[in-house]
């Protein structure tokens, strides 16, 4: 199955419009599978190092919604899909009062990025580091580089961050939300990472390193981070991965899908599991071709949809 999605022709392109982004190798394909027994299937590099992109919207939101409270988070942001590319404009202006439709667009990650506890950007992207070190067991730091370039070139996402501010569906100001956000796209981890942090959500946040069965996690927080991931996670493709794949996923520009298995078999791992994939080609919406062709296969393969 690895073999077959490697040597399948070279499809999408790199996410050029991030400088950074733009001189990455072509034909990397890493996957790290682990189970809640810590078993483990892995290919290739899965200790390479990507940034969260998108992926950085689940963890935004999981933080917000379990230190404020999901009810006052839904004040500021929906949980509907939009059909809409991710860093689309157009519903801000149409839609009534200007609400962001889900927190896995651009609109809706701005606004929960600013809900973030602490008073700076700086305890606000820590809270969200904080969070990803406690599931991986390591530190996270922000890529500059990859941050510098993305806010030299944030016209679009300065612009939804204005028109969010003006219908007050923001915290403090517009380059602190800005700011705020492209942090979180630039924290770095592996596919590893990746993968545990999709365990992480399968078990509405338990940890593996813990022996004492305490979520860190509501259920209520992870019931809808699984169903944003499922309904949002894959932008307006989100629908069509729905229906051939199944699982709650969410992608990145960088190439990265951060997976989360209810309940299954793949080779000796068994039950709730965590999937991370990383392959920096994309496709025109955004997801890793190689990636989501890897996720098509092993889906069908072990009857994973929990359709
Ligand atoms: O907002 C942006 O442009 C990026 N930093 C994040 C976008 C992203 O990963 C969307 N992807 N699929």
């Known amino acids: 199955m ?10 999408g392109h790199l996410a050029d419009y991030i400088p950074a982004l733009a001189n990455q190798s072509k034909n990397l394909f890493a996957v790290y599978i682990i189970d809640e027994k810590g078993e483990v299937l892995t290919f290739g590099d899965f200790k390479g190092v990507l940034t969260l992109q998108s992926i950085s919207k689940v963890m935004s939101f999981i933080v917000a919604a379990d230190s404020l409270g999901i009810d006052q ?9 939009t059909g809409d590319p ?17 927190p896995m667009i651009n609109a809706g990650a701005i606004t929960v990025a600013s809900l973030l506890p602490g008073d700076t950007v700086e305890a606000r992207v820590k809270s969200v580091t904080d969070f990803i070190s406690q599931v991986t067991g390591r530190e996270h730091s922000v890529n500059q580089e990859v941050f510098k370039s993305e806010m030299e ?79 949002c ?13 199944g699982i709650p996923m969410k992608s990145g520009v960088s190439g990265g899908v951060l997976c989360t298995v209810q309940n299954g078999q793949i080779e000796h791992l068994q039950g ?23 996720l098509q296969r092993i889906s069908e393969h072990y009857n994973l949809s929990v359709f």
């Not at 077959?4 to 499809?11: G, L, Q, T």
């Not at 988070?73 to 899909?81: F, R, W, Y």
């Not at 801000?92 to 609400?99: D, I, M, P």
């Open 272 to 294: 709730r599991m965590g999937i991370g994939v990383f392959s920096p080609m994309i496709d025109e919406i955004g997801n890793s071709v190689k990636g989501m062709d890897f």
């Open 153 to 231: 070139t944030a016209y679009r996402n300065r612009a939804i961050a204005n028109y969010l501010k003006a219908n007050d569906y923001l915290r403090g100001t517009v380059e602190e939300a800005l700011e705020t956000y492209l942090q979180l796209c630039s924290i770095e981890l592996t596919t590893e990472d990746l993968a545990r942090l999709g365990l992480f959500i399968a078990t509405d946040g338990l940890l593996l390193t813990v022996t004492e069965n305490k979520n860190l996690i509501t259920r209520k927080t992870a019931r809808y981070t699984k169903a944003l991931m499922m309904t």
């Open 2 to 11: 690895f073999e077959a999605v490697i040597s399948a022709p070279e499809k």
């Open 73 to 81: 988070v839904l004040e500021k942001v929906d949980v509907e899909p």
């Open 233 to 245: 996670g894959l932008y307006n493709a989100s629908g069509k991965y729905a229906a051939t794949i």
């Open 86 to 102: 991710f860093n689309s404009i157009v519903r801000l202006e149409v839609a009534e009062k200007g609400k962001p439709f889900n």
